[in-house]
Structure formats: C-alpha cells, structure tokens
C-alpha cells in the first residue's frame, strides 16, 4: 500500500524503566479496537514473518530492556504494525526521556471507523501524554513546519504554522504539532487550555472524553486532506486557538 492508502499512529509516553506492562496495553488496546485482528508476528531481518506463539511474554522480556519491538498482523496483503522508539532526553521536551510508539495501519473504511478507539486505546494503554492519527500523505506536511533547519522550504506549506524542534519545547505533556485525531492527556489539556466551552463548541462536538479524563478530538470528520480547502481551514483554525501547540507561546 503507498502513503495515499495508509494512516499512521504515535502517541509520546514516558520512556520505559522496565517491564510496566504498557507496551502490552496498548498492543491490547489495538487489538480491542479492531476485533478479529491480532498482531502476533514479527519480523525477520530477512524481511521473513515469524509467529509469535508466546507473544505477551516475548514483548515482556523485551520491555524489560526499554525496547518495544515491531509487531505485525502477519498479513502481507492488509499489513498493521506496531513499536515503539526511545528518544533520549537531549532530544525530547523538558529533557526528559520518551517512548514514542507508532502504529501503521490501512487508510481504509474499517479503520476509518474504529479510529477514534484505536487511537484512545493505544494512547490510554501507553499512558501517553498526548498523541495523533493522522494520514500519512500529511506527514510530509508536518514535517516540512518544524525548523528551523538547513534545508527544505524555508517556511512552512499552505500557510501552517512555523513549530520548533521537540527539544525546544519545555514540559513533555505539550503536543508537538496537530493531527487529523489527537490525544491529549488530560495534563496536556490543561497546557495547552482545552476544553473552553465559549471558544471550543466545534471541537467538543466531535470530541470523546476518556476514561483517565484525557480527551481525543477530531478536527475534521473525515479524515484530514489538506488539498480540501475547509479542512486546511479547520487545521488553521485549531492551530491559532492553541498556540501554546509546537512551543511557539509559553504556557501560562
């Protein structure tokens, strides 16, 4: 499948010390959100698919060496991954060190559907600070708005916002830069001010409360295709409410 067909996943939680079972979670919390699907392969580095008969205790081992390896649905047709990265302090918000999990999943109907779940159950699980799902033919985009640096646009596209490198921000619960989904904990809601029931009507609207009152909210009901003029406007818009987003404002 190319980026025009696939959605992707990241949620930023605090780096693993051990094996505290929120690598598990939240490849559970995948799983819960799209029934029938089981992400019980890994990969080779032949690029082979192997079955993981003891995969629960195989991604706990693991954990207890800070890593969270790449999971598969063992389905080279309709291919769903996830694992999970360690940025170093040097590199992350406030200095302090993170697990970045990502998923890659199909751009399709189903997925589609479930995505709000997904993104809720994963982020819920890793006990993240905040997250996205957002398409892939996005990304390009995003990253084209972080500087600045040496090369690529000198500013950013379709008139976003400029965002600073993650470094640069100063507390790990400030999103980076806005998605099609977003999870915010609710330590980010209250850095970046969200909910304002006078200024926030349209985002509460298709927004869904969480369980550890963190919120997931949905810029556009479809998902986000910045060649469509009024979700372009919908991104614009969410970005100048909360500007605190990217480290381009201190918090208060």
Not at 90 to 96: I, L
Request: proline content about 10%; overall charge negative; some cysteine.
């Amino acid at each position: 499948m190319t980026a025009q067909n696939r959605v992707e996943l990241t949620v930023y939680a605090p780096a693993l010390t051990g094996d505290d079972g929120r690598t598990l979670a939240a490849v559970h919390g995948m799983e819960k959100a799209l029934p029938g699907m089981r992400l019980e392969w890994k990969v080779s580095k032949e690029g082979q698919l192997i079955a993981l008969p003891q995969r629960d205790a195989w991604l706990a081992e693991a954990a207890t060496r800070g890593q969270f390896p790449l999971l598969c649905n063992g389905d080279e047709n309709y291919p769903m991954t996830i694992s999970g990265l360690k940025t170093p302090a040097s590199q992350a918000p406030g200095g302090q060190p993170l697990l970045d999990i990502h998923a890659d999943l199909p751009l399709d109907a189903v997925v589609i559907a479930a995505a709000v779940n997904i993104l809720e159950h994963v982020a819920e699980g890793a006990r993240a600070r905040w997250g996205h799902m957002t398409p892939a033919r996005v990304m390009q985009d995003i990253a084209d708005q972080i500087g600045p640096k040496r090369h690529g646009p000198e500013k950013p596209p379709r008139g976003l916002p400029a965002i600073t490198f993650p470094e640069r921000i100063p507390a790990p619960e400030i999103p980076y830069y806005l998605g099609w989904l977003n999870y915010w904990s609710a330590a980010a809601a209250r850095a970046i001010g969200f909910p304002d029931p006078a200024r926030d009507a349209d985002l509460l609207s298709g927004a869904q409360r969480t369980a550890t009152g963190g919120w997931v909210v949905r810029l556009t009901e479809a998902p986000l295709d910045l060649d469509n003029p009024t979700h372009l406007d919908a991104l614009l818009r969410a970005y100048e409410r909360f500007p605190v987003i990217g480290g381009r404002v201190a918090p208060r």
